[in-house]
């Protein structure tokens, strides 16, 4: 592999790997905070994406309207499993805990894939303006470095968010 090959996956490594620190930030949040692994995690990102794919198309909305919209979307849905699965178990076993997560998280997938197929579906080409970038012998698209940036900017969000508000103080709390 030469030194321009391995630019070029790093470059599309830290693009992909950075949506995967998200997910993998908020499974260590929620397990460090209530010590329950949340196997419908990924599943609503998934409603977050379906949200934003409908919100760009149907509406035609551009990115950072969609994007909004998207984060809206999963975090209704969140604080709706919160508030119907896990609540009224709060002083069940651990075990009824994670068999409820397993639960949420196969509702959330058959029922997704029983109303919209399983059939892949691309977000349209003109919501985001891509712009082919090469730095010397490098090429890569504006689509990275936003993925990348965007990344980054909500990475940064959540730690102040965590460090340096009242929610953020009584979530340590309850870890600790």
């Known amino acids: 592999m030469s030194f321009v090959e391995f630019l070029q996956q790093l470059i599309n490594g830290l693009s992909l790997g ?12 929620v397990y460090g905070i209530i010590g329950l692994i949340n196997f419908a995690h990924c599943d609503i990102y998934m409603v977050g994406a379906y949200v934003g794919f409908f919100a760009s198309t149907s509406l035609g909305l551009p990115f950072l309207p969609t994007l909004l919209i998207a984060m809206a979307g999963s975090a209704v ?18 075990i009824s805990l994670l068999i409820t997560a397993m639960g949420v998280s196969l509702v959330l997938e058959n029922g997704f894939n029983a109303v919209f197929t399983s059939t892949p579906r691309s977000y349209p080409k003109n919501i985001l303006q891509q712009v082919n970038i090469t730095l ?22 959540l730690q102040l968010v965590i460090s340096r508000t009242r929610i953020g103080k009584a979530m340590r709390r309850l870890r600790g």
């Open 136 to 157: 010397g012998p490098v090429r890569t698209d504006s689509l990275h470095l936003i993925i990348l940036g965007t990344s980054i900017a909500l990475m940064i969000l």
């Open 77 to 94: 849905v969140g604080v709706l499993i919160e508030k119907v699965a896990y609540r009224p178990l709060r002083k069940a076993s651990s």
């Open 18 to 29: 950075s949506v995967y620190a998200l997910i993998a930030l908020g499974y260590t949040m």
